[in-house]
């Protein structure tokens, strides 16, 4: 493994504050957390409870977009999202 390769982080490492993950998924922070409140994302917690997002999460934020823009609801969405990851 090369130098740059240890310095990234591993796709399921929660290192994104949300104001980041946000700005990376294209959303507005509360959006953010409205989806963790519904169960769709469920970013990492730091002690203090605070979110941390890991690369997977901010790919599943644009699942979870888009399958909104296409018009499915919350739980359509969280049942698809449990079906995949089966």
Same mark, same amino acid.
């Given at each position: ?36 409140? =519904?169960?769709? #994302?469920?970013?990492?917690?730091? /002690? *203090?409870? !605070?979110?941390?997002?890991?690369? %997977?999460? @901010?790919? $599943? =934020?644009?699942? #979870?977009?888009?399958?909104?823009? /296409? *018009?499915? !609801?919350?739980?359509?969405?969280? %049942?698809? @999202?449990? $079906?995949?990851?089966?």
């Amino acid at each position: 493994m090369s130098d740059v390769d240890k310095n990234q982080p591993d796709d399921d490492a929660g290192v994104y504050v949300i104001s980041v993950a946000a700005e990376i998924s294209g959303m507005h922070p509360q959006t953010l957390r409205q989806y963790d409140k =519904l169960g769709l #994302v469920s970013p990492s917690r730091t /002690e *203090g409870r !605070n979110r941390r997002y890991s690369l %997977r999460d @901010i790919a $599943l =934020l644009r699942t #979870v977009q888009k399958l909104v823009g /296409e *018009g499915i !609801n919350h739980a359509g969405i969280k %049942r698809i @999202i449990e $079906l995949e990851s089966a």
